[in-house]
Nanobody, 123 residues
Framework: QVQLVESGGGLVQAGGSLRLSCAAS????????MAWFRQAAGKEREFVAA???????YYADSVKGRFTISRDNAKNTVYLQMNSLKPEDTAVYYC?????????????????WGQGTQVSVSS
């Protein structure tokens, strides 16, 4: 059973930074593609960033240059460093995992999900 547990969310002022963590268990972490999605109130869940087992990274245009996804295979953890935060980044952020090297920017591409962590950015 794959389990994903996010942490690191909170309230921050615009222009500030947060680092989200997602601790994974129950699978061979290093062979899984990992991703972050977010869902704002009343909106669809959207892709934020992904990292393949080999370390290649991909970002939504809205966060490119501000967010950085990384992984530590020794700790079975994926991170999302968020800088220059904007009020429109306010959402519940979800960690997702899929077996294999491919990544997807759509929700149905991932079989495993965490419970989410709230990020709120005040103006």
């Amino acid at each position: 059973q794959v389990q994903l547990v996010e942490s690191g969310g909170g309230l921050v002022q615009a222009g500030g930074s947060l680092r989200l963590s997602c601790a994974a268990s129950g699978h061979t972490f290093s062979s899984y593609a990992m991703a972050w999605f977010r869902q704002a109130a009343g909106k669809e869940r959207e892709f934020v960033a992904a990292i393949r087992p080999g370390g290649n990274t991909y970002y939504a245009d809205s966060v490119k240059g501000r967010f950085t996804i990384s992984r530590d295979n020794a700790k079975n953890t994926v991170y999302l460093q968020m800088n220059s935060l904007k009020p429109e980044d306010t959402a519940v952020y979800y960690c997702a995992a899929r077996s294999g090297d491919s990544y997807y920017s759509i929700r149905m591409g991932y079989a495993y999900w965490g419970q989410g962590t709230q990020v709120s950015v005040s103006s």
